[in-house]
């Protein structure tokens, strides 16, 4: 049974840094995109960012670029969101989730697995 596990959410000042963690168990990680994926109240849930298998290759939303990056330990089986100059409009539930497929992809119908979330709030 695949399960992922979130952490590192909080409460921080716009401008401020967070970074999640997500930790794997229950498949070959290494093998596999990651991704995360974002909600705030009464919208979709939207992708953030990807990372393929071996952590080369990123994909980000254009909300996100030059201000989050997505990293892999394939020896820790995780995967990291570091978040800088956070704004008020990226507070909302972040979520990591586990690829289908080796290669990056925008697509939620592209991943299998999903953490139960981490709550990310941003304060103006």
């Known amino acids: 049974q695949v399960q992922l596990v979130e952490s590192g959410g909080g409460l921080v000042q716009a401008g401020g840094s967070l970074r999640l963690s997500c930790v794997a168990s229950?498949?070959?990680?290494?093998?596999?995109?990651m991704g995360w994926f974002r909600q705030a109240p009464g919208k979709e849930r939207e992708f953030v960012a990807a990372i393929n298998w071996s952590g080369l290759s990123t994909i980000y939303a254009d909300s996100v670029k030059g201000r989050f990056t997505i990293s892999r330990d394939n020896t820790r089986d995780t995967v990291y969101l570091q978040m800088n100059s956070l704004k008020p409009e990226d507070t909302a539930v972040y979520y990591c989730?586990?690829?289908?497929?080796?290669?990056?992809?925008?697509?939620?119908?592209?991943?299998?697995?999903w953490g139960q979330g981490t709550q990310v709030t941003v304060s103006s």
């Open positions: 989730a586990g690829g289908r497929y080796s290669d990056t992809n925008y697509a939620r119908t592209a991943y299998d697995y």
């Open positions: 229950g498949r070959a990680f290494s093998n596999y995109a």
